[in-house]
């Protein structure tokens, strides 16, 4: 170990307050949990966290269907919801899934959140973000670290959260992962018996928003989320390959019902800066 290997170790320590990582290494299962709890905290420090037991309740059991038929059953899956009309979502390693207001706001049936959250949980599965981290010089993870967990880019990562839903920060995913992401996230919608057609009606809509309004609520989306023209036809193509599969798979529930009634009763969304 050099001396340059030294200081950032201690650095890193100092910084990331018990997650070690390994010089040359991969990221344990267990630095990358220790990790995301770290995120999730500053998440929730610094983005408007909508505190509701009926949604967040409808969103940790749609979630938790989800994730427990996946190859990472095992983690402890958190899913919140972000106080935001922007629609987007996000993961940080580990497990902890957020999904913006709007996206409940612009669902209309449980097959489209439950889309969006299949997505998301399918980029921790395949530890997307992991990987980002363990293919950066050691140097780049400092600096990642540095913002993260310390309030060193509170003020900016503040701002720029709340627009874009965090996820441009804490990762940004390849085209390859998103379309990994929709596949995977496929093949969990089917197992978990939701029919994977709420992928694409829910793309649909924000490609139609999108095409009208120059973006609006959704514009972060396409930002975060690149190819979603290429993504839908994708989708298309794994619907029709899957066709006979998915007879009798459920679009909508009740439960989702109930939360789309608190939803509507809930006082508006805070309008982030530049809204
Ligand atoms: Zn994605």
């Not at 496929?186 to 973006?215: C, D, H, S, W, Y």
Request: with cysteine; charged share 15%.
């Amino acid at each position: 170990m050099t001396t340059a290997h030294r200081h950032f170790a201690r650095i890193v320590a100092g910084l990331a307050a018990g997650v070690s990582l390994a010089a040359c290494g991969g990221i344990s299962q267990q630095q990358e949990v220790e990790l995301g709890a770290q995120q999730a905290q500053q998440v929730s420090a610094q983005l408007p966290m909508l505190q509701d037991a009926t949604i967040n309740a409808y969103v940790n059991s749609l979630g938790n269907q989800l994730a427990r038929t996946t190859s990472r059953a095992d983690l402890d899956w958190h899913f919140a919801v972000v106080n935001t009309d922007v629609i987007n979502a996000f993961a940080l390693p580990g497990g902890y899934i957020y999904v913006n207001r709007g996206v409940l706001e612009q669902a209309s049936n449980e097959s489209e959140v439950a889309s969006v959250l299949a997505h998301e949980i399918e980029h921790v599965v395949r530890r997307h973000s992991v990987k980002q981290m363990e293919q950066v010089n050691n140097a780049n993870i400092g600096v990642a670290l540095a913002c993260t967990l310390t309030n060193v880019c509170n003020n900016q990562v503040a701002a720029a959260a709340i627009q874009v839903g965090g996820s441009a920060y804490f990762a940004k995913n390849s085209r390859a992962d998103e379309v990994q992401a929709d596949e995977g996230g496929f093949n969990t919608l089917v197992r978990a018996g939701i029919n994977p057609r709420g992928m694409l009606t829910f793309f649909q809509k924000l490609l139609a928003e999108e095409q009208q309004n120059g973006g609006g609520n959704a514009s972060s989306w396409f930002a975060d989320h690149p190819g979603t023209e290429d993504r839908i036809n994708d989708i298309q193509r794994m619907l029709n390959a899957n066709a006979s599969k998915l007879n009798g798979l459920r679009t909508d529930s009740q439960a989702f019902q109930t939360m789309k009634r608190r939803l509507n009763q809930l006082p508006p969304a805070p309008r982030a800066a530049g809204q």
